[in-house]
């Protein structure tokens, strides 16, 4: 597979190329880099493309794209440009090669869809649209410190027996009644997307199908008319620090006292296997973003290290 211009030959990323992708990804989000843990699990995904560029041999850029949405949206993910290429054009060369590959590959495919950080320059808006945005509250804590600390809160608010509804755990069953229900899609997910660890799905039997394979940790505050549900990742180990652990866990709805509640059960079930210096990443409606902050520092006395500035869950057809 060749490129036709800055001299760049396309391929399937290999085993054997992960010590030059990691290369090329030193300081990605600041040491939380999610991909040497991910890396040899996308190797093996048969709806995952993950695509190297390289020039003369060695590796300058890689892409991936997740197949999704029956076959119908390509999520793309993991984008890496190597710092001495960077500027020139590379990552618009490498997008566009991906495109046609996984188009060629999935002819049902419709459209592209993909999650980044930050504010958005109004240049994006006019290849793609915004389908939600939530806010990002990262937290930094040592896990044997926390805990404690998490059990007493939980504890103080069952003793005031108003301020505290005990979050269900969801089963697979729940799952896929809870996420499929249309009031939930319309009224509780943001955009009718389910949004786990960056990745945006479409709630969808076949999507949820895939997820229920994964180690996670589903929770509602009802099964019959739920208004804030989450998901917890399993936590992975990141290149900031030997031991550094990192945990996402994704809030859907608009009610504090419920979502703060969720985020307590998570953690608390979390920190039950979690060890030593973990940053954990609260994905949140941003209405519930300075409460939950609040309640974080003045419980916990954590503060937001504002490493991540939002998340945004942008589309365009392909």
Known sequence: MEGASHELEFCLAQVDDFEQVMSISVNIYNGLDYLPDRYHRWLKDPLR?????????????????????????????????????????????????????????FPSLEVQRY?????????????????CSQEVLDLHFVAEELQP????????????????????????????????????????????????????YKPLEGNLEVLLKQNLTWMADSVVDPTVLSICSSPYKVPAGANNLC?????????????????????????????GPTYCFIHLNKTIWSAMHSFCQTVFGLTSQKIIKGQCVLEAKL
Do not use: C
């Open 247 to 275: 945990l996402n866990i994704d809030i859907f709805g608009k009610d504090f006292p419920r979502a703060r509640n969720q985020f307590l059960s998570q953690l608390h079930k979390a920190l039950s296997f979690l060890q």
């Open 115 to 131: 999650t980044r950080q930050g504010g958005l320059n109004p240049d994006v808006f006019t290849k793609f649209r915004l389908i």
């Open 149 to 200: 600390m998490v059990d007493a809160t939980i504890g103080h608010l069952k003793a005031s027996k108003h301020e505290w509804e005990e979050p269900i755990q969801l089963a697979a069953g729940d799952v896929k009644r809870v996420f499929l229900d249309r009031q939930v899609v319309e009224e509780v997910l943001p955009g009718g997307i389910i949004i786990q660890d960056w990745i945006p």
């Open 49 to 105: 493309r993950v695509i190297l560029a390289k020039k003369e041999g060695k590796v300058v850029a890689l892409l991936s794209a997740r197949i999704v949405d029956n076959s119908r949206t390509a999520i793309m993910e993991g984008l890496r440009v190597a710092p001495s290429e960077r500027g020139k054009g590379i990552a618009g060369i490498i997008q566009q090669y991906v495109f046609a590959l996984v188009k060629s590959q």
